[in-house]
C-alpha cells in the first residue's frame, strides 16, 4: 500500500469551469470567476473586501504596502511558521520580532505578546496552524489596546471558527492560501482579506499594481494612472476557474477531512500520548487541516520516518524555526525560543487529504505502532 502525504484535491467538477473560461478566451485577471470566487469568500467570511493573489505570499506583500511601514518598524510573528512570511517582511525592510508558541496547539504564546511590544511595534502576525485557530480574541485585544494592526495568517484555515466567527473575519486583514496541499486549492493561489474599510482603497490600489484602476472600472474618474507603488500579484481566470467549484463545496470536504481526523485521533489515543496529539481548545472548530504527533526527540521522528517509508507511508516533518534561519547569518542568535525549537525536532505530520480511507488510517497507525516498540 501506498499511502502519499497529500493528494491535491481533484473533484472531477473543475474541468467544465475550465472549459467555459476557454470558450470565452478571457484569462487574465478580470474574468468571471475572479467576481464570483471573490464575492463567495466575502460573504463566506463576512469581510469588507477579498482580492484572490497568485500566492499566499503575494496577498501578505499587499498588506504589508497597504500599512505604509517604515524599516525601523516592528512587527511580531511565530518562529513557527513559513518562511514565505518572513521574506515578506524581510523585503518590506521591517524588523521581525519573534515570539514563541504555545505547547498545546503550537499556535503563538499569546501571553507573551505584550512582553514584546515597543514604541516601533506596529503588526502582529498570528498564525492559526493545523487549521485550528490561536487565542485571536485576546490577541486582537492586544492590538486594539496598543493600536496595532493585526494580519491573520490564515493559510492553513479556511473553513475553521473560532467563537463560531470565521478564522480571517478578525484582524485588520487576513492572508490565506489556495496552494495545492491546501483542503481547496488551485495549485498556486491565495487571497487577500481586507476587514478594515479603511485599508480597502490602498490595498486595491496596490494590487492594481499601485494605479486607481478600481475607481475607473467603478466610474470614478475617466482615465487610470499610476499613484503609488504597487504590487503583481494577481490570479488568473483559469486559477480562479479551477477553485470555484471547490470553494462552493468547501464544507463537505472540510467535514471528510474532519472524519479523517477523528478516526486518526481514536486509533491514536488508544497507545499514544494524548498531550502528544493535536489539542483542539473547546471554542474553536477547525477544518482538520493537518494531523501531527510530537515524538520524543528528533532521532525518534527520524527513525518513524524512515520506517514509515519503508512501509510506502509518506509522513513528514515541518517548519524549521525562522529564527534560526542560515539568511539571518546569526543576527537572531540570542533569541531563545525554546518551545519552537523543540516542537520543530519532533513533530511529525500524517498523511491527510481528501477521502483517505479507514483501511489507509489503520495501515498508518498500525505501523506507528510497531515502530514505537
Known amino acids: 500500500m501506498k499511502i502519499p502525504f497529500n493528494k491535491p484535491l481533484v473533484l472531477g ?18 474574468g468571471e470567476f475572479i467576481k464570483k470566487g471573490s464575492d463567495l469568500l466575502e460573504k463566506y467570511i463576512g469581510c469588507n473586501k477579498v482580492l484572490l493573489t497568485s500566492s499566499c505570499t503575494g496577498a501578505l506583500e499587499i498588506a504589508l504596502s497597504s500599512l505604509g511601514l517604515k524599516p525601523e518598524d516592528e512587527v511580531i510573528i511565530p ?46 502576525i498570528p498564525v492559526h496552524y493545523a487549521g485550528i485557530p490561536c487565542e485571536i480574541e485576546k490577541i486582537s485585544d492586544i492590538c486594539k489596546k496598543n493600536n496595532l494592526f493585526l494580519i491573520e495568517d490564515a493559510a492553513q484555515s479556511i473553513g475553521s471558527r473560532f467563537n463560531e466567527k470565521p478564522a480571517g473575519s478578525f484582524g485588520d486583514m487576513a492572508i490565506t492560501s489556495f496552494h495545492e496541499t491546501k483542503n481547496v486549492h488551485c495549485g498556486e ?3 487577500l482579506i481586507i476587514n478594515n474599510p479603511k485599508l480597502v482603497t490602498k490595498a486595491e490600489k496596490v494590487f492594481q499594481k499601485g494605479t486607481n484602476r478600481k475607481d475607473f472600472d467603478r466610474g470614478l474618474t475617466e482615465n487610470w494612472t499610476w499613484q503609488i507603488l504597487g504590487k503583481h500579484f494577481m490570479m488568473s481566470e483559469l486559477q480562479a476557474a479551477f477553485l470555484y467549484p471547490q470553494l462552493l463545496e468547501l464544507e ?13 485521533y481514536q486509533l491514536l489515543a488508544e497507545f499514544f500520548p494524548k498531550k502528544k496529539l493535536p489539542f483542539v481548545p473547546q471554542n474553536v472548530s477547525y477544518n482538520a487541516h493537518l494531523f501531527y504527533l510530537v515524538l520524543e526527540n528528533s532521532q525518534q521522528r527520524k527513525e518513524m520516518i524512515d520506517f514509515l517509508n519503508s ?19 546569526g543576527k537572531y542568535k540570542n533569541v531563545q525560543l525554546p518551545v519552537t525549537e523543540k516542537i520543530a525536532e519532533t513533530i511529525l505530520r500524517l498523511p491527510m487529504f481528501y477521502k483517505l480511507k479507514k483501511e489507509e488510517i489503520e495501515f498508518v497507525v498500525k505501523n506507528i505502532k510497531i515502530s514505537l516498540q
Open 13 to 30: 467538477t473543475e474541468i467544465l469551469y475550465l472549459n467555459s473560461v476557454i470558450k470565452r478566451k478571457k484569462f487574465s485577471s478580470r
Open 79 to 124: 518562529a513557527f511558521e513559513h518562511c514565505s512570511i518572513a521574506n515578506a517582511l524581510a523585503s518590506a525592510g521591517v524588523e521581525i520580532v519573534w515570539c514563541d508558541i504555545r505547547e498545546d496547539t503550537k499556535n503563538i504564546d499569546e501571553s507573551l505578546i505584550e512582553g514584546l511590544i515597543t514604541k516601533k511595534t506596529k503588526v502582529i
Open 189 to 191: 493561489g491565495g487571497a
Open 252 to 264: 463537505k470536504i472540510n467535514s471528510n477531512r474532519l472524519q479523517s481526523w477523528h478516526y486518526y
Open 311 to 329: 512501509k510506502g507511508i509518506q509522513a513528514v516533518f515541518h517548519y524549521q524555526p525562522l529564527h534560526r534561519a542560515p539568511f539571518w547569518k
